[in-house]
């Protein structure tokens, strides 16, 4: 049983290990797939399906290929196709 989550991950991996021990999701945002994003793309790739969640954080942290501009929940496959 979760006990929430930790929006918009932007830590290391020892802070996801942490998190996940204690019981709650880590969810990732449009920041993952970001060109210089590589250590946080490695990370969710290690973070257990069980665990990860993916949001967009709307209007907020437009995913590649809309960075800069407004954030709209049909982006979130852009962040999806990133994991």
Known sequence: MSRGVLHCFSGNME???QVMSMGFYISV??????RKAKGLQ????KIPDD???VETDAPY???EP?????NEPAYIM???EQL
Do not use: D, Q
């Open 15 to 17: 802070m996801a290990e």
């Open 29 to 34: 945002a449009g920041p993952v797939t970001f």
């Open 42 to 45: 490695e990370i969710a790739a």
């Open 51 to 53: 665990y990860l969640l």
């Open 61 to 63: 942290l437009s995913p």
């Open 66 to 70: 809309f960075r800069g501009k407004r």
């Open 78 to 80: 852009h962040t999806l």
